[in-house]
C-alpha cells in the first residue's frame, strides 16, 4: 500500500466524509430529542452512565434511551474524526485539508468536555439553588456541535471531485470585480446571522423558554409584542425578531445568487435549496408552538436549523474558492 500524499480525487475519503454528516445529522437529532423531552439528566455520571457503558434500563425507558443513543452516537463522531486525522495525514497532500482535520478531532474532544459538563455541573450534582453553569455548558455544547458541522461539510467539499477538479472554481468565468466580493461576503454574513440565530434558539431551549410565548404568530390576543417581559419572553422574543431578520437577509441572498445563475448550475441550484430548506424551518418553528412542543416538531426544528447553516456554510465555503494543492 502506497502511503505517499496525493492531492487528487479519493472516492474512499469522500464517502467516509459523507458517512460521517449522517452520522453528526443522527448525533443532532438525538440531542436535539434528549432535550425535548428533558432527558439531559437521565444518568447523574459522566463518561459512563449508572457506572456503565451499557446500563440497565437504557433500552427500554425513553429517557435513557434518549441520553445513552446521544452519549454512544458522540462517541462515534470521536472516533470518526480520529480514523479522518489518520486518514488525512497519511494521504492527503493539501496540508489546509489535514489541518481542518486536527481541528475537527480538538472540537469534538472539547465538545465532549462541554456535555460532560452540563452533566456534572447539573444543579442535581452540586445541589445549587440555581442551573446556570449547567445550562451554560449545555449552550455551549449545543454551538460546539454547529461547529462540527461546519468543519465536516467543508471537509466533504474539499474531498469531492468537483472541489479537486475545479467545478466550483468560477474566477476563470465570473466576474471577480466588487459585485463578486460583496456576494462572498453576504454569505458570510449570512451564515453568521444564522448561528447567533441558532445561538439563540439554544439558549431559549435550555432557559425552557420555547413555550414563553404561547402564542403565532402573536404574542398575544391582540399584538406582536409581549405585553409582559422576563427572561424567558425576551430570549423567545428575540428568537423570533431573528427568524425575521434572518428570513430577509436569507432571500436577499438568494436572489444575489440566482443573479449569477447563467455561469453555473450553483448559482440557480443553491438559491431554491436555502428557500426551501429555510420555509420547512419557519413551518416546524410555527409548528413547535401550535403543538404545545411537540418533542418531534421542536427536535425537527433544531434539526432543520442546522441543515440550514450547513448549507449556507457550504455555499460560503465554496463562493470563497481558490484552488490550491499546498
Same mark, same amino acid.
Not at 232 to 241: D, K, L, Q
Given at each position: ?138 449552550? =455551549? !455544547?449545543?454551538? $460546539? /456541535?454547529?461547529?462540527?458541522?461546519? %468543519? @465536516? #461539510? ?6 469531492? +471531485? ?75 422574543? =428575540? !428568537?423570533?425578531? $431573528? /427568524?425575521?431578520?434572518?428570513?430577509? %437577509? @436569507? #432571500? ?6 440566482? +443573479? ?67
Amino acid at each position: 500500500m502506497s502511503l505517499q500524499r496525493t492531492a487528487d480525487y479519493k472516492s474512499g475519503l469522500f464517502f467516509y466524509c459523507l458517512f460521517a454528516l449522517v452520522s453528526i445529522t443522527l448525533l443532532l437529532f438525538a440531542g436535539g430529542f434528549t432535550t425535548s423531552i428533558k432527558a439531559g439528566m437521565a444518568f447523574l455520571d459522566w463518561p459512563l452512565s449508572n457506572g456503565s457503558i451499557n446500563p440497565e434500563g437504557w433500552l427500554s425507558e425513553s429517557d435513557k434511551f434518549a441520553e445513552h443513543s446521544h452519549r454512544l452516537l458522540g462517541m462515534q463522531i470521536g472516533l470518526i474524526s480520529i480514523g479522518l486525522v489518520i486518514w488525512t495525514q497519511i494521504k492527503e497532500q493539501r496540508a489546509w485539508v489535514r489541518n481542518l482535520a486536527l481541528l475537527l478531532l480538538g472540537i469534538v474532544v472539547f465538545q465532549g468536555l462541554l456535555g460532560g459538563g452540563r452533566v456534572v455541573f447539573d444543579q442535581l450534582n452540586t445541589e445549587t439553588d440555581h442551573n446556570l453553569v449547567a445550562q451554560t455548558f449545555a449552550v =455551549a !455544547h449545543a454551538c $460546539g /456541535a454547529m461547529l462540527v458541522l461546519t %468543519i @465536516l #461539510v467543508s471537509l466533504t467539499l474539499a474531498s469531492s +471531485k468537483k472541489w479537486i477538479g475545479g467545478s466550483f472554481n468560477f474566477s476563470g468565468t465570473h466576474p471577480s470585480g466588487p459585485s463578486y466580493k460583496s456576494l462572498k461576503q453576504l454569505a458570510w454574513i449570512a451564515y453568521l446571522m444564522t448561528f447567533i440565530q441558532i445561538l439563540m434558539g439554544a439558549i431559549m431551549r435550555h432557559a425552557d423558554a420555547g413555550l414563553a410565548i404561547a402564542r403565532f404568530p402573536l404574542a398575544n390576543q391582540h399584538s406582536l409584542v409581549p405585553s409582559f417581559w422576563n427572561f424567558g419572553i425576551s430570549i423567545h422574543f =428575540a !428568537h423570533r425578531v $431573528g /427568524a425575521l431578520i434572518l428570513t430577509i %437577509i @436569507l #432571500v436577499y441572498y438568494c436572489i444575489r445568487l440566482f +443573479k449569477y445563475k447563467a455561469v453555473h448550475k450553483f448559482f440557480f441550484r443553491t438559491p431554491i435549496l436555502i428557500s426551501a430548506i429555510l420555509s420547512i424551518q419557519i413551518y416546524l418553528g410555527a409548528l413547535t408552538i401550535w403543538t404545545v412542543k411537540n418533542p418531534y416538531s421542536a427536535t425537527m426544528h433544531h434539526l432543520v436549523g442546522a441543515f440550514l447553516l450547513a448549507t449556507i456554510w457550504g455555499t460560503t465555503f465554496i463562493l470563497g474558492y481558490k484552488k490550491t494543492s499546498e
